[in-house]
């Protein structure tokens, strides 16, 4: 009478998975070759191999890109000098010469809209900066602490999310940047960030607060905290790496809306002023004139509009590449 522990083990059907010869451990021979070739990806690598295929992404990077020449090498692209104007070319339309013609007082609008995007892309990027950090710092106390801590963080950052953004950047520039202040280029700039920062940073804050509350509950943050992991390190090793996408993504549209509300305050008299050159003082100058001259308004807004436009459509790529869902 046969042994039924024995025969059960004869009778096991031998494991398929192909081998290496001469070693009982399993190789991906079996596995296509795309497949074996392959690395895991993360998040990131996976949202680059989806922006590689959108047309959209390279239109608006290489739009991006030439802005950011324009700003950092303005010569690249026109001389100084040209931006000195002469009376006797006022108001000269658009030739061989001048492409975009001359303004009332004779200087170069083709030069003026090229040194004009120095001011408008340092204003906005500095201030996205500076919204996405400190907003973003608040936002991982407030979401990782939680308690009184983030009841209070959100009920401030709700104060100032109720305030509106043109009259609350207008009340700040009017206070510390009046008519017959003495501030200069550099200061004015640092104003029209600080006013843009002040009013912004709620967002950026209810965004990286949510991310943390979602992420800090993980196996992974909860292992690390058994194991005796530091705040520092699972806040800066395992939360910000998780959370950082939702941010990244509001940060890059952030861009172009800022370079419109720099504009902004600057066409209503109470951002950037001259002898600083940028596309909303270029357009309010131009206001007076778009009857006889209307090619001083259209140059500096176009630029303008591609810029704004240029930005978000990279943050609408950027979103669609780090949401699953909309792959």
Same mark, same amino acid.
């Given at each position: 009478?046969?042994d039924?522990?024995?025969?059960s083990?004869?009778?096991t059907p031998?494991s398929?998975?192909?081998t290496?010869a001469g070693?009982?451990?399993?190789?991906?021979?079996?596995?296509?070759?795309?497949a074996?070739k392959?690395k895991p990806r993360?998040?990131?690598?996976d949202?680059?191999?989806?922006?590689?295929r959108?047309?959209?992404?390279w239109? %608006?990077?290489a739009?991006?890109l030439?802005f950011?020449?324009?700003a950092?090498?303005?010569w690249?692209f026109? &001389?100084?000098?040209?931006?000195n104007?002469?009376l006797s070319?006022s108001?000269?339309?658009?030739s061989a010469d001048?492409?975009?013609?001359?303004?009332?007082?004779?200087r170069d609008v *083709?030069a003026r809209v090229?040194?004009?995007?120095?001011? &408008?892309?340092i204003v906005?990027?500095?201030a996205?900066?500076?919204t996405?950090?400190f907003?973003?710092m608040?936002?991982?106390?407030?979401g *990782?602490?939680?308690?009184?801590v983030?009841a209070?963080l &959100?009920?401030?950052a709700?104060?100032?999310f109720g305030?509106p953004?043109?009259?609350?950047?207008?009340?700040?520039?009017?206070?510390?940047?009046?008519?017959?202040?003495n501030?200069?280029?550099?200061?004015?700039?640092g104003?029209?960030?600080?006013s843009?920062?002040?009013? %912004?940073w709620p967002?950026s804050? #209810?965004?990286?607060?949510?991310s943390?509350?979602?992420?800090?509950?993980?196996?992974?943050?909860?292992a690390?905290r058994a194991?005796?992991?530091?705040?520092s #390190?699972i806040i800066f090793?395992?939360l910000?790496?998780?959370?950082l996408?939702p941010?990244l993504v509001?940060?890059t549209?952030?861009v172009?809306s800022f370079?419109?509300?720099?504009?902004?305050l600057s066409f209503l008299?109470v +951002?950037?002023? &001259?002898?600083?050159?940028?596309w909303?003082?270029m357009?309010?100058?131009?206001?007076?004139?778009i009857r006889?001259s209307?090619?001083?308004?259209f140059f500096?807004?176009g630029?303008l509009?591609m810029?704004?436009?240029?930005?978000?459509?990279l +943050?609408e790529a950027? #979103?669609?590449?780090?949401?699953p869902?909309?792959?």
């Amino acid at each position: 009478m046969s042994d039924p522990t024995s025969a059960s083990i004869v009778s096991t059907p031998p494991s398929h998975q192909p081998t290496e010869a001469g070693s009982g451990a399993p190789t991906n021979a079996g596995l296509p070759e795309n497949a074996r070739k392959e690395k895991p990806r993360g998040l990131l690598g996976d949202a680059w191999m989806d922006l590689r295929r959108k047309p959209l992404f390279w239109i %608006s990077a290489a739009l991006i890109l030439v802005f950011l020449l324009m700003a950092a090498f303005p010569w690249l692209f026109t &001389s100084k000098d040209a931006v000195n104007g002469a009376l006797s070319n006022s108001q000269v339309k658009p030739s061989a010469d001048a492409w975009f013609g001359y303004d009332v007082q004779g200087r170069d609008v *083709y030069a003026r809209v090229i040194y004009g995007a120095r001011a &408008s892309i340092i204003v906005a990027l500095t201030a996205v900066a500076g919204t996405l950090l400190f907003g973003g710092m608040m936002g991982v106390i407030a979401g *990782y602490v939680g308690g009184w801590v983030d009841a209070l963080l &959100s009920r401030i950052a709700d104060v100032f999310f109720g305030l509106p953004f043109v009259l609350g950047a207008i009340v700040i520039l009017t206070t510390f940047n009046g008519v017959g202040s003495n501030n200069n280029e550099w200061q004015i700039m640092g104003l029209v960030v600080l006013s843009l920062m002040v009013l %912004s940073w709620p967002v950026s804050m #209810r965004l990286m607060r949510s991310s943390v509350l979602a992420t800090k509950e993980a196996d992974y943050i909860v292992a690390a905290r058994a194991l005796g992991a530091s705040t520092s #390190r699972i806040i800066f090793k395992h939360l910000l790496p998780n959370c950082l996408a939702p941010l990244l993504v509001y940060g890059t549209i952030l861009v172009g809306s800022f370079i419109g509300a720099e504009a902004t305050l600057s066409f209503l008299g109470v +951002g950037l002023r &001259s002898p600083v050159v940028s596309w909303g003082i270029m357009i309010s100058e131009a206001q007076n004139y778009i009857r006889v001259s209307p090619y001083l308004l259209f140059f500096p807004a176009g630029f303008l509009v591609m810029a704004v436009l240029s930005f978000v459509m990279l +943050g609408e790529a950027v #979103r669609e590449a780090l949401d699953p869902k909309l792959r």
